[in-house]
Structure formats: C-alpha cells, structure tokens
C-alpha cells in the first residue's frame, strides 16, 4: 500500500469516526435535554403549594415556560399521605427532545423520548437523593408503548381572596367602632359591608376580630402571601405592614392580634 493510499486510508477512518461520535453526542445531548426539561418544569413549580397529587399535576400543565423538550403529562398517581410530610403522589412526563447535529458531510439531527416520574409532597417535589440536579428531581423509566397524555381533574376547590375595597370597610368599622363593642359584633358589621368577590370560585377570608382589656382592635383578613392587617390604638386607626417572614405558618401568622403585635423586623 502507497503512502498515498495508507494516509488516505487513515483520513477516512477519522472522519468516520468523527461522524459516528457526532451522532452519539447528539443522542446524549437529546436525552440529558429531555430528562433536563422535566427537572426544569419541576424547579419552576417548586414553591408552590398543595393538599393533593392533582393540584401539583394542574400546575405542571400550567407552566409552559418553553422547555428544549416537549413535555406531556402521561400519568397521575395519588398516594394515602397520613402526615404533612408524606407523600402526596406521583406525576409521570413523556418528554421528546429533538437535536440538530451539523455532521461533516450533512446536516443530521437526532431524537430522544424519555418518560419520568416524580414524586411530590404538599411542600414541592421529594427529590430522589436529596438533591436538585436533573437526576435527583425525576426518576427515568422505559415508556409504555400505550403512553398518552393525561389531563388533571378540574379545580373546584373555593378560592379566597381579600375582597376589593376590604381597607376601607375595615378601617371605616373601626373608627366607628363604639366603646365596649365585642369581636364578633365588629366582625359581623365588616362582613356585612364587603363586596361579593366576582371570580370563579371566589369567596372573601374570614374576619377575624380581637379587642384587647384596654380597647384595642385588632383586624385581619388572609393569608401568608395576602394579608391585610388593621389596629385601633388609642382611637387611632391605622393599616399594619408585617414583615412577611411573621406571616408565615409556626409564626405570627395573618390573625387579628399580630396587627397589634411588635412587629419590629427580627434581623
């Protein structure tokens, strides 16, 4: 063999070798784009929360934050969650990951279809391995060849909402508010005078009234991420801003007394 042939020889071999390394470069990039996807879409509904399996399935179909992949919900599975901390339930995703590889010689392009599952508690995914890289968050399992798309029941639990105008009516309830008036009797005008939500579902918070021995009111409506607080100190009436680290569960809370609490901000 020439010298000529033998380089010709070794030329080809590398650029074969170098197509076939594209393509597997290609299918690995595709499947770590398809399981990536997934593990995305689990991180951006990570904070919210949930008292079921089909509440966290109907955020995952609300994302649609454009992932690489395309991603389709293919299974809901409810678990008995005794504790909080239980878990709820597992969600199952198809994900195709379609990937343009330029080769050498021709544009090729590779596909991969992943299904993956992963588990989720009321307070957000239940990571593999405690962790919150792409493997930790979902779990990869061979497709069934029957697979298809799921859709999440319906939502027909109430929402609660602080209705519109509600500062006002407080704040107006406690300056009229007479000497010796009890919570409840102040709770029941407030109700009285609230605007009906208008949205689906909706209804308004429930009031909750504290009077104190030396006559102080206290006011609040909502919850931890939309709480409106209102005092009466003295015969002043004024709207309360709490920190919102005391709103939240285990602390404070959005109940009538921290409006008349020190909330002077703890760092």
């Given at each position: 063999m020439s010298r000529?042939?033998?380089?010709?020889?070794?030329?080809?071999?590398?650029?074969?070798?170098?197509?076939?390394?594209?393509?597997?470069?290609?299918?690995?990039?595709?499947?770590?784009?398809?399981?990536?996807?997934?593990?995305?879409?689990?991180?951006?509904?990570a904070h919210r929360r949930a008292d079921d399996i089909d509440q966290w399935a109907r955020y995952a179909e609300n994302a649609n934050y454009g992932y690489a992949a395309q991603i389709t919900l293919v299974g809901i599975h409810p678990h008995e969650a005794a504790e909080l901390t239980d878990t709820l339930g597992t969600l199952e995703f198809r994900a195709v990951s379609h990937i343009e590889n330029m080769g050498l010689f021709a544009a090729q392009s590779q596909e991969y279809t992943g299904c993956y599952r992963v588990d989720f508690t009321r307070y957000g995914p239940e990571a593999t391995s405690g962790g919150w890289g792409d493997r930790d968050l979902v779990d990869e399992f061979d497709c069934p060849d029957d697979v298809a798309a799921v859709a999440p029941p319906e939502d027909t639990s109430t929402v609660y909402v602080i209705p519109d105008g509600a500062e006002q009516v407080v704040s107006a309830a406690l300056a009229d508010a007479a000497a010796g008036a009890t919570a409840a009797g102040i709770a029941d005008g407030i109700r009285a005078q609230l605007a009906v939500p208008a949205g689906e579902r909706e209804a308004a918070f429930p009031v909750d009234v504290v009077v104190t021995a030396d006559g102080s009111i206290g006011v609040a409506m909502g919850d931890a991420d939309d709480c409106l607080l209102v005092q009466r100190v003295d015969g002043v009436v004024a709207t309360v801003s709490a920190p919102r680290v005391y709103l939240q569960p285990g602390e404070l809370g959005c109940r009538a007394g921290t409006a008349l609490a020190d909330l002077t901000p703890p760092h």
């Open positions: 000529a042939t033998s380089a010709m020889l070794v030329l080809l071999l590398a650029v074969t070798g170098a197509v076939l390394s594209g393509c597997a470069v290609a299918e690995s990039t595709a499947h770590s784009s398809s399981r990536g996807s997934v593990a995305q879409l689990v991180r951006d509904i």
